[in-house]
T-cell receptor, first 111, second 115 residues
Framework: ELKVEQNPLFLSMQEGKNYTIYCNYS?????LYWYRQDPGKSLESLFV?????AVKQEGRLMASLDTKARLSTLHITAAVHDLSATYFC???????????FGTGTRLKVLA | DGGITQSPKYLFRKEGQNVTLSCEQN?????MYWYRQDPGQGLRLIYY???????QKGDIAEGYSVSREKKESFPLTVTSAQKNPTAFYLC??????????????FGNGTRLTVT
């Protein structure tokens, strides 16, 4: 059974600081996704990672994938308040349409 | 514009009543999904459907039922057998495996409260 774990679960950081969110998954997968959720809202797609070594960047966020380690990271550079949200990774089960989500990381950026 | 429409946004029901949540998409996506989110927690998969007239149980299907009679529609019924139905329900869709570069697209969710 595919399991997805994120850490930390909660993250409070100062503006301007860097930090990394980790996403570990338990079985082989060929695709990984990152989403953002604002309070009370739906999920917004951030990144799609489909191969080992894939790296995607958008603004202050950069995501990477290591399929051998079954690990993806979401790196935040010089955080700003607008990045405050909950971030989820999701892993696709090989050969199926099934997507399993991580527990989420609730990020709060303090001014 | 293409997207996923969930209705209603808020839904209140008495315990013991069945309730149906609507999900419609005009993205021409083959696969559709229902997830449940509890406060401060991640998303758990209830049911998913790859094609019309076919669907599979997710991790927490007990107390729920679905149908997929049309490609565009994937309604979820929360039955009285679901012990803790109060939650935020999210519907999503995706294209076929040949397009894995496309992520799940989500609706805006239905917040169900059962008292």
């Amino acid at each position: 059974e595919l399991k997805v774990e994120q850490n930390p679960l909660f993250l409070s950081m100062q503006e301007g600081k860097n930090y990394t969110i980790y996403c570990n998954y338990s079985t082989t997968s060929d695709r990984l996704y990152w989403y953002r959720q604002d309070p009370g809202k739906s999920l917004e797609s951030l990144f799609v990672l489909l191969s080992n070594g894939a790296v995607k960047q958008e603004g202050r966020l950069m995501a990477s994938l290591d399929t051998k380690a079954r690990l993806s990271t979401l790196h935040i550079t010089a955080a700003v308040h607008d990045l405050s949200a909950t971030y989820f990774c999701a892993v696709g089960t090989s050969g199926t349409y099934k997507y399993i989500f991580g527990t989420g990381t609730r990020l709060k950026v303090l001014a | 514009d293409g997207g996923i429409t969930q209705s209603p946004k808020y839904l209140f029901r008495k315990e013991g009543q069945n309730v149906t949540l609507s999900c419609e998409q005009n993205l021409n996506h083959d696969a559709m999904y229902w997830y449940r989110q509890d406060p401060g927690q991640g998303l758990r998969l209830i049911y998913y459907s790859q094609i019309v007239n076919d669907f599979q149980k997710g991790d927490i299907a007990e107390g729920y039922s679905v149908s997929r009679e049309k490609k565009e529609s994937f309604p979820l019924t929360v039955t009285s057998a679901q012990k803790n139905p109060t939650a935020f329900y999210l519907c999503a869709s995706s294209i076929k495996p040949s397009g894995w570069n496309s992520p799940l697209h989500f609706g805006n969710g239905t917040r169900l409260t059962v008292t």
